[in-house]
């Protein structure tokens, strides 16, 4: 499948002036790792291409060392000729560019989809290589590359690997399957600067990032369905200088509780409540879980949003700004100095 696939992104790319490589909004590892390893893919391989790099929201810090970076953009303009690569959004919406380039998803620019999510139906792209059981986007750009017998430079291997460590957590998640083992140690021979990567992600933290993650830890409370949940408010946002994408990581920390069924952690984000669900057990599917409010993801790791406000009353609490149907995510009572509602 994949090969077949990989001959018709082939297609898809010489037959374009332009290729836009776009990911979804709030770039983690994996998101810009497959975006910058593709687009340096494609400026070795296309001739006479150009690759713009597109997304809605910077890089976090953590990613600035990533090759290539320093060419995103966050603006998109089409024109006769172009192409498109969504990477890592299994929807339109992700990428915040559905309502102002409705013709990206509608069939009008030739568009290829790279994506490890799970989805319900075949993709949205001319061509969509969708592989569920696989840890990572990148992973599967480093697969494509083989189809397409592309060499990987150390720069563009520096970013697939980047994608494939976030995504399995360096290599500990239980996704890290024989395959990723394999890909990694291709990507090593090739030149990718594992060390720097790591140097970078694993072993570097804001002291706005700590603070906030403090808080976090501070507030675990355990839920009588067997649940390690913890809150952020915009409050703690504002008193830790942090920025919501230094929250990445603290979920494993949560998740690191002996006998928790799962994990989670609400967070406030300018008129909506985040939630992201983790969990070690084989017999909960947090994607089912997130699912109920619209959310999705694979059954190990997942997310949500949902309009309203956290406030910390025997519990905290999502207040919804609008109705909604399924039963909001509450946590046990809020420890003591948990911040109280105005």
Same mark, same amino acid.
């Given at each position: 499948?994949?090969?077949?696939?990989?001959?018709?992104?082939? /297609?898809?790319?010489?037959?374009?002036? #332009?290729?836009?490589? @776009?990911?979804?909004?709030?770039?983690?590892?994996?998101?810009?790792?497959?975006?910058?390893?593709?687009?340096?893919?494609?400026?070795?391989?296309?001739?006479?291409?150009?690759?713009?790099?597109?997304?809605?929201?910077? /890089?976090?810090?953590?990613?600035?060392?990533?090759?290539?970076?320093?060419?995103?953009?966050?603006?998109?303009?089409?024109?006769?000729?172009?192409?498109?690569?969504?990477?890592?959004?299994?929807?339109?919406?992700?990428?915040?560019?559905?309502?102002?380039?409705?013709?990206?998803?509608?069939?009008?620019?030739?568009?290829?989809?790279?994506?490890?999510?799970? #989805?319900?139906?075949?993709?949205?792209?001319?061509?969509?290589?969708?592989?569920?059981?696989?840890?990572?986007? $990148?992973?599967?750009? /480093?697969?494509?590359?083989?189809?397409?017998?592309?060499? @990987? %430079?150390?720069?563009?291997?520096? $970013?697939?690997?980047?994608?494939?460590?976030?995504?399995?957590?360096?290599?500990?998640?239980?996704?890290?399957?024989?395959?990723?083992?394999?890909?990694?140690?291709?990507?090593?021979?090739?030149?990718?600067?594992?060390?720097?990567?790591?140097?970078?992600?694993?072993?570097?933290?804001?002291?706005?990032?700590?603070?906030?993650?403090? #808080?976090?830890?501070?507030?675990?409370?355990?839920?009588?369905?067997?649940?390690? @949940?913890?809150?952020?408010?915009?409050? %703690?946002?504002?008193?830790?200088?942090?920025?919501?994408?230094?929250?990445?990581?603290?979920?494993?920390?949560?998740?690191? @509780?002996?006998?928790?069924?799962?994990?989670?952690?609400?967070?406030?984000?300018?008129?909506?409540?985040?939630?992201?669900?983790?969990?070690?057990? %084989?017999?909960?599917?947090?994607?089912?879980?997130?699912?109920?409010?619209?959310?999705?993801?694979?059954?190990?790791?997942?997310?949500?949003?949902?309009?309203?406000?956290?406030? +910390?009353?025997?519990?905290?609490?999502?207040?919804?700004?609008?109705?909604?149907?399924?039963?909001?995510?509450?946590?046990?009572?809020? +420890?003591?100095?948990?911040?109280?509602?105005?």
């Amino acid at each position: 499948m994949l090969s077949q696939s990989a001959q018709q992104a082939r /297609a898809l790319f010489m037959g374009a002036s #332009r290729i836009h490589c @776009i990911c979804h909004r709030n770039p983690d590892g994996d998101a810009l790792g497959s975006l910058l390893g593709i687009a340096l893919l494609l400026e070795a391989h296309v001739p006479g291409v150009t690759v713009l790099r597109v997304c809605l929201d910077p /890089a976090p810090e953590s990613l600035d060392f990533l090759p290539g970076v320093v060419r995103l953009r966050s603006t998109l303009t089409l024109q006769e000729g172009d192409a498109a690569i969504v990477l890592d959004a299994a929807e339109p919406k992700l990428t915040g560019l559905h309502e102002s380039h409705p013709q990206l998803f509608n069939g009008s620019v030739p568009l290829l989809m790279l994506d490890h999510h799970p #989805r319900k139906d075949a993709g949205f792209g001319t061509v969509n290589i969708v592989e569920s059981s696989w840890a990572s986007t $990148c992973e599967i750009v /480093a697969a494509l590359a083989q189809a397409l017998d592309w060499s @990987i %430079d150390p720069d563009a291997a520096t $970013c697939l690997l980047t994608g494939i460590y976030t995504d399995t957590g360096g290599l500990l998640h239980s996704n890290t399957s024989a395959r990723v083992y394999r890909t990694v140690a291709d990507l090593l021979r090739r030149g990718a600067r594992q060390q720097a990567m790591v140097a970078a992600v694993f072993r570097t933290a804001k002291l706005s990032t700590l603070r906030l993650w403090g #808080r976090v830890l501070e507030r675990i409370s355990l839920s009588d369905d067997g649940g390690a @949940i913890a809150a952020v408010t915009q409050a %703690d946002f504002r008193a830790t200088g942090a920025h919501p994408s230094e929250l990445t990581g603290a979920i494993d920390y949560v998740n690191a @509780i002996p006998g928790m069924r799962f994990s989670l952690i609400l967070s406030e984000r300018d008129g909506l409540v985040k939630g992201s669900l983790r969990t070690l057990r %084989d017999d909960v599917d947090v994607a089912a879980m997130a699912g109920k409010f619209q959310g999705g993801g694979h059954k190990k790791a997942a997310g949500f949003s949902v309009p309203g406000s956290l406030q +910390p009353e025997l519990r905290w609490k999502v207040v919804p700004s609008t109705p909604q149907e399924a039963p909001l995510p509450q946590a046990p009572s809020a +420890p003591p100095g948990a911040p109280q509602p105005a």
